[in-house]
């Protein structure tokens, strides 16, 4: 989905997990959830996954969708993954 940045110049992404038709997010650590950035700056979105992985919702601001960026999360149990909104 899209997103548009507030006035401020930011906007926050926030990942739901769902099983059954019912958000068990609380039941799940954060560790659990890693955020990807795709853009055509491929150093920078390493850096930028690298600082968010582990949270349930990230900022994102002017900086982050410099280049044109798209934005998901994965759901990971022991280094698998079990949910993402990845293609």
Do not use: P
């Not at 906007?11 to 955020?35: A, M, P, Q």
């Not at 601001?61 to 909104?85: H, P, Q, W, Y």
């Amino acid at each position: 989905t899209g997103a548009r940045l507030g006035v401020d110049g930011t906007s926050t992404l926030s990942i739901t997990l769902t099983k059954n038709g019912t958000d068990v997010t609380d039941d799940w650590s954060e560790v659990h959830f890693e955020w990807c950035r795709k853009s055509k700056d491929t150093d920078g979105d390493t850096y930028w996954n690298e600082q968010h992985s582990g949270v349930k919702s990230v900022v994102v601001n002017r900086k982050d969708i410099m280049f044109g960026a798209t934005f998901g999360c994965s759901f990971v149990v022991n280094g698998e993954t079990l949910a993402t909104t990845l293609d």
